[in-house]
């Protein structure tokens, strides 16, 4: 069994590290404040969930959402696994944020912004919590959709099931800036820096059922501003 995990720190504000948490190499580029944690978290749009399933590693792409320092993820309720609970999961998310051209090949990096969470995801099976979480996935996504379409029906929440997964044990890895060239590859005749890379959102395109005239909502538009 791996070690207990310690949770964050409610004082300090503080991730605290477990032997899995820890990082091994480059830890300087390590955040260890919790507010880090949630930023990479609240401004990613999917998280990619490892588990072991049949003896053989497997990982999902998802979306997600967070309520304090809970994760929390959904799938089909006819998935095994998922209505099974208790699964031992790590959950990571990452932006990238530009290319690292050095003057070495050795040197080229990527700057970018990752958090990783281990821990056991138990089955939400309790309401509100399985509500809560459904809403917290959909506006994570799409904030102000929840109350802009059709809830859920009892049939569609049956075919729902619903992973949370405490944010006990997880890290932060941050790079940013140039490349990390050795000085004896300094030289002004090989280019080296950075591509920034954004992630935009584009024009919204409405469903053919949407009439002509019809105004794209508040909730849809500042998602592009």
Request: charged share 20%; net charge negative.
């Amino acid at each position: 069994m791996p070690p207990r995990a310690r949770r964050l720190d409610p004082v300090t504000g503080t991730l605290s590290p477990t032997p899995r948490s820890t990082l091994g190499r480059l830890r300087e580029r390590g955040a260890t404040d919790r507010a880090a944690l949630y930023d990479v978290l609240d401004h990613g749009l999917v998280c990619h969930l490892a588990l072991v399933r049949d003896g053989a590693p497997v990982v999902l792409p998802t979306g997600y959402g967070r309520i304090g320092d809970t994760l929390y993820v959904h799938g089909s309720s006819g998935a095994r696994w998922l209505r099974e609970g208790a699964v031992p999961v790590c959950a990571t998310v990452t932006h990238l944020d530009g290319i690292v051209y050095a003057r070495s090949v050795f040197h080229f990096s990527m700057n970018y912004r990752s958090a990783v969470a281990h821990g056991t995801a138990r089955l939400v099976t309790e309401e509100p919590e399985r509500t809560a979480a459904l809403r917290a996935i959909v506006e994570h996504l799409a904030p102000g959709s929840w109350d802009h379409a059709r809830p859920p029906t009892r049939r569609e929440l049956a075919a729902t099931a619903v992973l949370a997964l405490d944010l006990d044990e997880a890290s932060v890895k941050i790079r940013t800036g140039p490349p990390s060239d050795d000085p004896e590859d300094i030289s002004p005749e090989v280019w080296a820096g950075v591509v920034p890379l954004t992630t935009t959102f584009g024009t919204p395109e409405p469903d053919p059922h949407v009439p002509a005239d019809a105004p794209t909502p508040p909730h849809v538009t500042a998602r592009t501003l």
